[in-house]
């Protein structure tokens, strides 16, 4: 199987723990985009939905972890982009935007 380029794009707003929330992605294998505020590459060996449901949940554990106000997250796999998802708190959970 091909390997996969992730990028991976989050909005967020109200990050408390900003370095807990570095160090736990790139413990999980993204790195940071130097330059970018929010934005991290990884390489993908699965297919496509596993890493997509992957990068939901390592953001998500990320997130509730570092505590924050609000996350919208958008990614691409090898330069195709997906619908962006947005942080749900009620479900605690992404949820598919309705934005495109």
């Known amino acids: 199987m091909d ?7 989050l909005e967020v707003e109200g990050l408390q723990d ?4 570095e160090k736990l992605v790139k413990r999980k294998s993204f790195k940071a985009v130097e330059g970018e505020k929010h934005v991290y590459t990884s390489i993908s060996t699965t297919t496509l939905i596993t890493t997509k449901t992957f990068i939901l949940q390592i953001f998500k554990e990320a997130l509730e972890k570092a505590g924050f106000e609000s996350a919208k997250l958008v990614f691409l796999l090898n330069e ?10 009620t479900t605690k959970d992404f949820e598919l935007s309705e934005d495109k």
């Open 18 to 21: 900003v370095e807990g929330f």
């Open 80 to 89: 195709t982009p997906y619908t962006p998802y947005i942080y749900d708190k």
């Open 3 to 9: 390997a996969i380029d992730v990028l991976v794009l």
